[in-house]
């Protein structure tokens, strides 16, 4: 049912625009009370426009937040002071207001846009290791040419990046310095691909000393897998939402990104599978346990259609769309604050299935095929936590007569 005010009520010139915002709030999930304020605070705004002789085409930014200054949030009707955003992005988005002005461009904002391309289409990266690698390489840039670029990118030597890694090591750990150096080493073999640097400079990257293996890796406390999971509220649709999440990670060990990134074509019902995007390109299928997939089916039944949008997990509230990284990690964290735990990380929920697969005779081997680890080295860590395994060769303690 429209809420729309009549036209009589409804004068000036967003008058025609309302019944489209409308529709697009209720696209959103924005409830009908939600709607109904958004509808109020657009006929003010109208009124006020046609008071002033003004028009959507004068509708910019500075103009909005006039309207907003002198009117005020709650005399606008409109649910909050940062909610007029949402009528001016509709409007842009049907041409009826000017568009955002561009950004102002720095002088290395071409390069690091063809390298994003470059990171997108030729390493097929996921956009938070994209965002991770496009800072270092801001930096790197602004340090090693100068902010305002006055020295050309093709003048740059070993020696610049040897004293750029130094720097960051003067104030950062080993583990995020060599973190650094994994974007670098990417922007620099960008840079030679494209021939915008004469040598391999990423050869010339140092790498910070750490102990091979030398951390164990962290799991939770037995039981608080199950705590997580009894916390959500499965009467209300954003808490089952979280359920079915919490199963895939205490379950199947997935990363947050790929539970985020999880489509409803991914899951292969007929076959008991799963398919996983996981880092960079790389696709791997899972069998989908039972209880797994029932507490999905459960979420997508009250969910409902989920539009244009592919992902399985969406926002429980207005505007709708798909659940980010952030978005799950955040739903560890709550769920933990609700069992009255430390936020524990959906990697240490990883940790925990690994953990708990070697206790129960799971080989190596096996382990590092479920988390489709890369590298042996890297499920090889949990070697180390197998203290049953390791009794069995250890050598006595000279002295001590065992």
């Known amino acids: 049912m429209s809420t729309t005010p009549p036209a009589a009520a409804f004068r000036g010139p967003l008058a025609a625009h309302a019944p489209g915002f409308e529709a697009h709030l209720l696209e959103q999930g924005y409830s009908a009370r939600s709607v109904a304020l958004y509808l109020s605070g657009i006929r003010r705004l109208s009124r006020w426009l046609e008071d002033l002789g003004l028009g959507p085409e004068h509708l910019r930014t500075e103009v909005m937040e006039r309207f907003v200054?002198?009117?005020?949030?709650?005399?606008?009707?409109?649910?909050?002071?940062?909610?007029?955003?949402?009528?001016?992005?509709?409007?842009?988005?049907?041409?009826?207001?000017?568009?955002?002005?561009?950004a102002p461009s720095g002088p290395f904002d071409e390069l690091l846009g063809a390298y994003r391309r470059w990171l997108v289409g030729e390493r097929g990266l996921a956009p938070l290791t994209i965002e991770g690698y496009l800072r270092t390489a801001r930096r790197f840039?602004?340090?090693?040419?100068?902010?305002?670029?006055?020295?050309?990118v093709a003048s740059l030597l070993a020696a610049d990046v040897t004293a750029f890694v130094l720097a960051m090591a003067r104030t950062r750990s080993p583990r995020t310095v060599n973190e650094i150096v994994i974007g670098l080493r990417s922007f620099l073999r960008f840079l030679y691909a494209e021939g915008l640097i004469r040598a391999p400079l990423a050869q010339a990257t140092p790498w910070m000393a750490r102990a091979s293996l030398a951390s164990l890796p962290r799991g939770v406390a037995p039981g608080v897998p199950e705590r997580l999971l009894q916390s959500c509220d499965r009467t209300r649709l954003a808490g089952i939402r979280d359920f079915a999440i919490l199963k895939l990670l205490v379950r199947l060990g997935l990363r947050a990104g790929e539970v985020s990134a999880m489509e409803v074509g991914d899951l292969d019902w007929r076959g008991g599978q799963v398919r996983i995007r996981g880092k960079g390109a790389s696709r791997d299928v899972l069998p989908l346990p039972i209880d797994v997939g029932g507490a999905i089916v459960e979420y997508l039944a009250l969910r409902g259609p989920g539009g244009p949008v592919r992902q399985v997990f969406l926002h429980a509230q207005a505007p709708a769309g798909p659940m980010t990284m952030s978005n799950v990690r955040s739903v560890v964290r709550e769920a933990c604050r609700r069992s009255g735990l430390a936020d524990t990380g959906t990697h240490r929920l990883r940790h925990a299935v690994a953990t708990e697969l070697l206790a129960a005779g799971a080989p190596l081997a096996e382990i590092g095929q479920l988390l489709r680890h890369r590298d042996v080295k890297t499920t090889a860590l949990y070697a180390k936590v197998d203290l049953a395994a390791l009794a069995t060769v250890a050598k006595p303690w000279p002295g001590s007569g065992r």
């Open 141 to 152: 840039s602004q340090e090693c040419c100068g902010s305002r670029g006055r020295r050309p």
């Open 69 to 102: 200054a002198i009117r005020g949030g709650r005399d606008m009707g409109w649910p909050s002071r940062a909610r007029p955003q949402i009528l001016l992005d509709y409007l842009r988005s049907c041409s009826a207001a000017p568009p955002s002005p561009p």
